[in-house]
């Protein structure tokens, strides 16, 4: 159970694009697609942003959007806002029927 | 409003036990897979278990197996995560969280979260 490996931070500026990546293996990200990922500001709960690959949860801005080729996923924020800057973290299911969350990366709104 | 509140973290000696709560209210927790997720001091988040909707399933992370225990009381709507032999590296912000889809064996992640237990392992 190794956590899927993220860019330690991204950034970009207000209105730009940011993507960060999620790198794992046949044995999670590559193996379904229960692939999901969390915004986390420091001392806030993480919340949902994205579920199975690329859906949002009813009242997450469609500026984020994910998709996954092979082992690695990818979360997109559109039109970066001050807000967005923050923890994210990529999340799997494994076929060793465990879960495992990335190492994290941090967004930084320029 | 859907909200979970968990208790019972404090500072414990290594080798000790430690019993979690999470007490879950304007939903009904049974119907839910259920989460522990932890963050460890200037560390990322790391998933600790889940149990399943229906209690029929409970798995870990190899990091806690053998030593963790999740489980619920349905009477109570509340869920627990038993953590004996408890190591330094167990220090961390303890969340319990629940997941997306109700009535849904696997996890398409979670929406609804609480504010986080800290447990402290140290002599």
């Known amino acids: 159970q190794s956590a899927l490996t993220q860019p330690a931070s991204v950034s970009g500026s207000p209105g730009q694009s940011s993507t960060i990546s999620c790198t794992g293996t046949?044995?999670?990200?590559?193996?379904?697609?229960?692939v999901s990922w969390f915004q986390h500001h420091p001392g806030k709960a993480p919340k949902l942003v994205i579920f199975d690959v690329s859906y949002r949860p009813s009242g997450v801005s469609d500026r984020f959007s994910g998709s996954k080729s092979g082992n690695t996923a990818s979360l997109t924020i559109s039109g970066l806002q001050a807000d967005d800057e923050a923890d994210y973290y990529c999340y799997s299911y494994t076929d060793s029927n465990s879960y495992v969350f990335g190492t994290g990366t941090k967004v930084t709104v320029l | 409003q859907e909200q979970l509140v968990e208790s019972g973290g404090g500072v414990v000696q290594p080798g000790r036990s430690l019993r979690l709560s999470c007490a879950a209210s304007?939903?009904?927790?049974?119907?839910?897979?259920m989460h522990w997720v932890r963050q460890a001091p200037g560390k990322g988040l790391e998933w600790v278990a889940f149990?399943?909707?229906?209690?029929?399933?409970?798995f870990y992370a190899d990091s806690v197996k053998g030593r963790f225990t999740i489980s619920r009381d349905e009477s109570k709507n509340t869920l627990y995560l038993q953590m004996n032999s408890l190591r330094a590296e167990d220090t961390a912000l303890y969340y319990c969280?629940?997941?997306?889809?109700?009535?849904?064996?696997?996890?398409?992640?979670?929406?609804?979260w609480g504010q986080g237990t800290t447990v402290t392992v140290s002599s």
């Open positions: 046949s044995s999670d990200v590559g193996a379904s697609n229960y």
């Open positions: 969280a629940r997941d997306l889809v109700e009535g849904f064996p696997y996890s398409y992640g979670m929406d609804v």
């Open positions: 149990i399943w909707y229906d209690a029929s399933n409970r």
């Open positions: 304007g939903f009904t927790l049974s119907n839910y897979g």
